[in-house]
C-alpha cells in the first residue's frame, strides 16, 4: 500500500523544494528515487543522516528507495557549497568506503528482504568508468547549454567569489556528471524521482533537463532544508570535528552527549527529522517539555531515540550509565564497567598524571598519590585535611587516610579516578 510520502516529510519539516507534480506521481505507485551519498570516508556522520531518513521515510510508504554512492563523482568533487576542490580518491579507497557505508545503511534500509521495494545501492563509477570523454561531451554535453549551467547558484557564487583560485573545468562539469547518473537510473531502474540537501536543487535539475532533452521524459526533483543550529554553529561539528555512525569514530557516549546537549528549539525541530516517532507522540513529548524544560525530557527522548537507531540499546544503556558518572550517582562496578575510550571520552579534558606499575603492586597509599605522585592536590598536608574532610573518593567510592591504591582498584587495568568533592577530578594512568 502507497501512503503519502510528501505528506509525512512536510510537517516534519524535511521539505525545501519540490517540482510540481512530485506528490501525485508518487501516490499513483511504487517509484524509484535515489539519493547521492559522497564517499569520502568509510563512515557516514550525522550530516548524512537527512538523507538517509529521507530514503527510509520513502521505504516505509511503500517505495523503493535508492541509495548511490558517488565513486566516480567522488574522483571529482562537488563545488555545491564548496568554496575549494576536495581531494580525489583511488578506485580502492573507494571501494572500502562503499562496503562500510552500505552496512551502516543497512541498519536503516531493507537491502535483504524479497519486497518489491527493497533497497538498492549502486555505485556511478560502475557505468561512467567505460565512458570515455570524447562519448561524454557527444552524448551527453551538447544537450546542457554553457548559460544554463552558468545559471546555476553553485557556480555562480564559485565564480564570484573573492576567491582567486576559481573553479576548475573537472568541477564545473560536475552537475553534468550527476545529471548523466539520474538519467541512467531513469532508464535502467524507472527511476524517476531524486532527493537530496536543497544545495543540490542546481545539480538535480540538471538531470530533470537532461531526461526531458534526452529521452523526451519525466523526472522529479525533491530537497530537504539545509539544517542548522540555533545559535548559528554548524550542525553536526564539534571541537573534535564531525559526530560519524562509526563507533570507533565517535563512541556511542559522545553520539549520545551530542544529542543530549541540544537547545530547546533545536531538540523540537530534530526530533521530527531524525525519529520516526508519530505526529502524536511528538506533539505530547514537547507539551511535556514545554512544562517542565529543566527536566530535558525532549532532549533525553531524541537522544535515546537516535542513540538506539544508529547504535543498539546496549550502547544507549552504557551512554547512560557513562552520563551518570559525571551528573548522577554511580559506583566503582560502574566505572570499571566503561570501555578504554568511553573511560577516555567521559573524562576528556581532566587532568591526568602517570604512575609507574610497580608504585601500586605493593600499594600506594592514597596520600602519596593525591599529592607526591600524582599531584591532583598541593601537599601531602592538604590531602590530610581533605582525607579527615571525607572528600576524597578512589573510583567513586569514599577513602580514609589509610587507603592504599592496589591492582585491584584499576579501570580497563591502566587508571584510577581520583576525585575531591562532587566535581573536582583527576585521573591516575598507571603505565
Same mark, same amino acid.
Request: glycine share 8%; proline share 2%.
Given at each position: 500500500m502507497i ?9 516534519r %519539516?524535511?521539505? =525545501? ?12 505507485? $511504487? ?32 517505495h ?10 567522488? $574522483? ?22 562503499q ?28 557505468? $561512467? ?6 562519448d561524454?561531451i ?22 564570484s ?5 576559481? $573553479? ?10 550527476? %545529471? ?26 540538471t ?12 523526472g522529479?526533483a ?16 564539534t571541537?573534535?570535528g ?7 569514530r565517535?563512541?556511542?557516549y ?16 530534530y ?29 533525553k ?9 544508529v547504535?543498539? =540499546? ?29 573511560f577516555?571520552?567521559?573524562f576528556?579534558g ?36 581533605a ?13 580514609k ?22 566535581k573536582?577530578?583527576f ?5
Open positions: 501512503k503519502n510520502f510528501v505528506e509525512e516529510l512536510t510537517w %519539516g524535511m521539505i =525545501q523544494d519540490s517540482m510540481p507534480g512530485t506528490e501525485e506521481h508518487l501516490m499513483e505507485a $511504487m517509484r524509484l528515487a535515489y539519493v547521492g551519498i559522497d564517499p569520502t570516508a568509510d563512515s557516514l556522520h550525522i550530516g548524512h543522516l537527512v538523507g538517509v531518513m529521507g530514503l527510509k521515510h520513502f521505504q516505509l510508504a511503500g523503493k528507495p535508492v541509495a548511490l554512492v558517488g565513486g566516480a563523482t567522488g $574522483m571529482i568533487g562537488d563545488p555545491s557549497g564548496k568554496s575549494a576542490e576536495r581531494n580525489l580518491l583511488n578506485e580502492e579507497t573507494l571501494k572500502h568506503n562496503n562500510a557505508i552500505k552496512e551502516q545503511l543497512s541498519r536503516f534500509l531493507d537491502f535483504d528482504s524479497d519486497a518489491d521495494n527493497a533497497a538498492l545501492m549502486v555505485n556511478n563509477y560502475d557505468w $561512467m568508468k567505460t565512458f570515455s570523454f570524447l561524454f557527444r552524448d551527453v554535453g551538447k544537450h546542457i547549454t554553457v548559460n544554463y549551467m552558468m545559471a546555476k547558484d553553485s557556480v555562480k557564487k564559485r565564480l567569489s573573492e576567491s582567486s583560485v576559481g $573553479m576548475s573545468f573537472t568541477e564545473f562539469t560536475y552537475q553534468l556528471v550527476q %545529471g548523466y547518473d539520474f538519467l541512467h537510473l531513469y532508464r535502467e531502474k524507472q527511476c524517476t524521482l531524486q532527493m537530496g540537501g536543497s544545495d543540490q536543487w542546481g545539480n538535480i535539475t538531470g530533470t533537463e537532461l531526461i526531458r532533452r534526452v529521452d523526451s521524459g519525466k522529479y525533491l530537497t530537504w532544508p539545509l539544517i542548522t543550529k540555533a545559535d548559528g554553529t554548524k550542525f553536526g561539528k571541537e573534535g564531525n559526530i560519524w555512525l562509526d563507533a570507533e565517535t563512541s556511542p559522545k553520539f549520545y552527549q551530542y544529542w543530549l546537549n541540544t537547545s530547546d528549539i533545536d531538540a523540537e525541530k526530533v521530527k527529522i531524525f525519529t520516526f516517532l508519530s505526529k502524536e507522540v511528538i506533539t505530547s513529548i514537547i507539551e511535556q517539555h514545554q512544562e517542565a524544560p529543566h527536566l530535558r525530557v525532549l532532549q527522548r531524541l537522544a535515546e531515540e537516535i542513540t538506539v537507531m547504535h543498539s =540499546q546496549e550502547d544507549l544503556d552504557n551512554a547512560i550509565k557513562a552520563s551518570n558518572i559525571l551528573f548522577g550517582k554511580s559506583t566503582s562496578d560502574d566505572l570499571k564497567a566503561l570501555n578504554e575510550k568511553t577516555l571520552d567521559v576528556e581532566v587532568p591526568q598524571a602517570q604512575v609507574a606499575s610497580v608504585e601500586i603492586e605493593s600499594g600506594l597509599d592514597i596520600v602519596g598519590a593525591l599529592a607526591e605522585k600524582g599531584g591532583f592536590l598541593k601537599s601531602n598536608g592538604e590531602a590530610r585535611r582525607l579527615k574532610e571525607n572528600s576524597i573518593s578512589v573510583n567513586k567510592e569514599k577513602v587516610e589509610d587507603y592504599q591504591i592496589t591492582p585491584n582498584d584499576l579501570i580497563n587495568g591502566k587508571f584510577v579516578l581520583l576525585q575531591r568533592g562532587k573536582n577530578y585521573v591516575l594512568q598507571i603505565v
